[in-house]
């Protein structure tokens, strides 16, 4: 697969995992500095991780879940708590999943991801836009790939 086929590939997977509003604000927000970062994050995150077939989306939305909670990246908890969604996660999977990473990532950082997600759910519930913002959404974080 060429290089625009693997871009192509992983916008396509990227909007259907992430949503068109949340990639449309990304690539509107795409300055010279940072299109290599979303040219990368494109085509290997979305275009050669998220396209294998040896997980579906949903497991890799769990293990993303756990990821962040592990790492403490909370500034992209919401995006993906919306993401596991798409995914076909119901909320009280990403209660179990939260829970589980509770166990093995401490209970401090399970404690702030709850906050983050219960707010998205409430959000998604609601009809409300929002969450935090990163890099790829056009927010204030800095080089994170989602």
């Known amino acids: 697969m060429t290089d ?13 995992v992430l949503g068109d509003a949340h990639v449309d604000r990304a690539v509107a927000r795409t300055t ?12 290997y995150a979305w275009g050669e991780i998220w396209t294998r077939p ?3 989306r949903r497991t890799r939305s769990c293990m993303t879940l756990t990821a962040l909670v592990a ?14 969604r798409r995914s076909g996660l119901t909320p009280d999977e990403i209660k179990e999943v939260l829970l589980h990473a509770a166990i093995y990532c401490g209970v401090p950082a399970a404690n702030s991801a709850f906050a983050i997600a219960q707010e998205t759910l409430a959000e998604e519930t609601a009809g409300e836009p929002g969450g935090t913002q990163d890099a790829e959404s056009g927010g204030t974080q800095d080089a994170e790939p989602g």
Do not use: K, N, W
């Open 71 to 84: 790492l403490g990246r909370f500034e992209e908890l919401a995006m993906h708590v919306r993401a596991a």
């Open 54 to 56: 040896g997980l579906d």
């Open 32 to 43: 010279d500095f940072t299109a290599d970062f979303q040219d990368l994050i494109t085509r």
């Open 4 to 16: 625009e086929e693997r871009h192509a590939e992983g916008m396509r997977v990227r909007r259907e």
